[in-house]
């Protein structure tokens, strides 16, 4: 349906109060405004996820809208955002919001509640466009999507929506199926409340097939690969949770946008590590990493993050 073109082949019509300046796209090829060791270290990351996209994925399908439910579209700016739960959405919206002007009179992102970062129909996705908008939008804006450790950011997903109190829509929505049909003998406060899932029932629930033949993943545990479609997709920037600030930093640098609003400093110190993931991981048999692993594998292999060295199937 949408016929996606390199990403530096044409810089599409944009409004006209945008003509005299340089589109993202245009300073991102061109080159000259963002110190060259940032630029070879993306330069790199995008050759890296081209080469594992020809040689992990077989055939190329074509775009649909449901694909793009996930892309956030700035149109003054010219930027489509691929945003992927855990992996400083959250932030990342409020930014977005700034920029496109939705957030009123707040100017510092972090002004903006977190829960009114999510609500729908604040920021536009790129799904609600028409094909031909669709198109002229993947050719001449920059897209950008930021990515995590594939199991750093599974244990985050975990932590936050089944060991936090306050998260009881979780609990009753799939907390409840969790434990109805991977504990043996649950209480029935358990099957009641579903607020006291294990991470390894959540991996079981995880690797059962039955989970995915009945509905896809929810969006804190499905794939970037499946949310994102970065073989379908060319990004031009892959922004790593490992390197948020300096990542962040070089997309508002290419927006020209840098003087009018600032990515949030990460002040969490609760934040989810790898050594943290290890501890999760402890008690996982190795035939059920091998499986989790084995679903994860495409985020792992596309956005060049190595197997856990604390994995015991290696």
């Not at 016929?3 to 080159?31: H, M, N």
């Not at 002040?267 to 059920?288: E, L, V």
């Not at 792992?300 to 604390?310: H, T």
Request: glycine share 4%.
């Amino acid at each position: 349906m949408f016929s996606i073109s390199a990403a530096s082949e044409s810089v599409g019509e944009r409004s006209s109060e945008q003509k005299s300046r340089r589109s993202p796209l245009q300073t991102l090829y061109d080159g000259d405004q963002v110190e060259s060791a940032v630029q070879a270290i993306h330069q790199g990351r995008r050759e890296l996820l081209e080469e594992a996209c020809r040689s992990y994925t077989r055939k190329r399908r074509v775009l649909i809208p449901e694909d793009l439910k996930h892309v956030i579209v700035d149109d003054q700016h010219g930027l489509l955002y691929c945003y992927v739960p855990k992996v400083a959405c959250t932030n990342w919206k409020r930014v977005l919001m700034v920029l496109t002007g939705v957030s009123g009179p707040h100017r510092d992102p972090l002004a903006i509640p977190a829960n009114e970062a999510h609500v729908p129909g604040n920021l536009r996705t790129l799904s609600e466009y028409s094909t031909s908008q669709i198109n002229q939008r993947l050719r001449s804006y920059l897209k950008f999507v930021f990515v995590r450790e594939p199991f750093e950011r599974l244990v985050s997903a975990y932590r936050n929506k089944f060991t936090r109190s306050y998260n009881t829509a979780f609990h009753k929505r799939y907390g409840t199926k969790i434990v109805r049909r991977h504990r043996p003998d649950p209480q029935p406060e358990a099957l009641e409340r579903g607020n006291d899932v294990s991470f390894e029932e959540f991996v079981y629930y995880l690797v059962d097939p039955a989970t995915q033949r009945e509905e896809p993943f929810n969006e804190h545990w499905e794939r970037v690969h499946s949310l994102c479609h970065p073989c379908l997709i060319h990004y031009d920037v892959v922004g790593k949770y490992e390197t948020l600030e300096q990542d962040s930093r070089y997309v508002l640098q290419l927006a020209g946008v840098e003087d009018q609003v600032s990515f949030p400093a990460s002040s969490k110190s609760t934040r989810t590590t790898g050594d943290m993931a290890a501890q999760f991981f402890h008690n996982i048999s190795p035939f059920y990493q091998k499986k989790l692993y084995n679903l994860y594998r495409m985020d792992f292999l596309l956005f060049n993050y190595s197997i856990p060295a604390y994995l015991k199937f290696r």
